[in-house]
């Protein structure tokens, strides 16, 4: 059995910082970082009600397919992805899906027909996941999760890749590596994605794949390249019906 984090509440019995509860979120939880994509994203769920919005961190609760599915963003990076991810565990979430946008990096993520990525790993380029389990213990998405949005996408035909993700802390240290004192590295490593085919650069998949991993619960993630678009919102959806119909007949 997985071992689980020590729940941290308010007075109140809720969830530090995300501030729900048990019964408050769906099993299948939509995790994008920008706490106003949450509205969005929301409008695709039957019957939505907003549940909580502290911080980063905004739910939203509906149903798809009868099932009760959530949204709730993370923020920026892996520390508040981490927590985000350890609350909603707390409060019953056991398969989630990051939405969001990324940058290219190999020369495969330039072919401008590509909409974005379905991540199907991490590199590990932060420093949050090295508190949950040493470097060298992969983060990847589960199989489930992906093979369901890599089903969707092939469904509608859209043009999503699949590969690896580089997960960094540091923004301006990829867009402006050379007012870093650190630049000779920042190229170094940032040459490395590149000749390594890592298809995505963004700041939260690592945790998310880290944390769902040795807490027993099941994490995937599709990125839009550039700016976020309707079709990236619709393949996660459309993922999460075709788990809920597999899980019931589980």
């Not at 020369?107 to 401008?112: H, L, R």
């Not at 301006?172 to 630049?183: A, K």
């Not at 945790?207 to 040795?214: P, T």
Request: one cysteine or more.
């Amino acid at each position: 059995m997985a071992i689980q984090s020590k729940e941290v509440v308010t007075e109140d019995g809720k969830q530090y910082h995300i501030r729900c509860s048990k019964g408050d979120v769906g099993r299948y939880v939509l995790v994008p970082g920008d706490p106003f994509r949450t509205d969005k994203i929301a409008q695709y769920f039957d019957n939505p009600v907003l549940v909580a919005h502290n911080r980063e961190h905004k739910t939203w609760t509906g149903t798809l397919n009868g099932e009760k599915v959530s949204v709730t963003s993370t923020g920026m990076g892996c520390p508040s992805a981490a927590i985000a991810l350890e609350e909603l565990i707390h409060c019953g979430a056991d398969t989630f899906i990051r939405v969001g946008t990324c940058g290219r990096i190999c020369p495969e993520s330039y072919n401008e027909e590509l909409e974005g990525v379905i991540i199907t790993g991490a590199v590990r380029d932060e420093g949050t996941t090295v508190h949950y389990v040493p470097i060298e213990y992969p983060a990847m998405a589960d199989r489930h999760v992906t093979d369901a949005l890599a089903q969707a996408c092939a469904a509608k035909g859209y043009r999503f890749a699949e590969g690896i993700a580089q997960s960094k802390d540091s923004f301006y240290g990829q867009h402006d590596p050379d007012s870093m004192p650190n630049s000779g590295r920042l190229h170094q490593r940032w040459e490395a994605w590149e000749k390594s085919g890592v298809m995505a650069s963004e700041m939260e998949t690592a945790a998310l794949f880290i944390v769902s991993s040795i807490r027993g619960a099941r994490a995937g993630a599709i990125m839009a390249y550039g700016s976020m678009n309707d079709h990236t919102i619709e393949l996660a959806c459309d993922a999460i019906k075709l788990l809920i119909e597999r899980d019931r007949k589980a």
